[in-house]
């Protein structure tokens, strides 16, 4: 079946960075877009950026030239490298395939 495990999160202050991983099994992987979604309190999930299976990406407005997402189709895994991270930033970020989706895990930036 298919799963998608995201590790990596956590706490940094403002203007720090983290790389978030996505760990996938049960599909093939090198055939499918990927993307990252985030939540922050309150709000709704909104997407931050995806990456096709030729590797063309494309980013929120408000994160693009900070956040880079890659694959790597032989480890069958995701990453998203955030740098620069702004308070606004915190959230639940979550990995997605078609209509699957992680479990999230808990990025906060704060001074």
């Known amino acids: 079946q298919v799963q998608l495990v995201e590790s990596g999160g956590g706490f940094v202050q403002p203007g720090g960075s983290l790389r978030l991983s996505c760990a996938t099994s049960?599909?093939?992987?090198?055939?499918?877009?990927m993307s990252w979604y985030r939540q922050a309190p309150g709000k709704t999930r909104e997407w931050v950026s995806i990456?096709?299976?030729?590797?063309?990406?494309n980013y929120l407005d408000s994160v693009e030239g900070r956040f880079t997402i890659s694959r790597d189709n032989v480890k069958s895994m995701l990453y998203l490298q955030m740098n620069n991270l702004k308070p606004e930033d915190t959230a639940v970020y979550y990995c997605?395939?078609?209509?699957?989706w992680g479990q999230g895990t808990q990025v906060t930036v704060s001074a």
């Open positions: 997605r395939m078609m209509n699957f």
């Open positions: 049960g599909f093939t992987f090198d055939t499918r877009t």
């Open positions: 990456i096709f299976p030729d590797g063309a990406t």
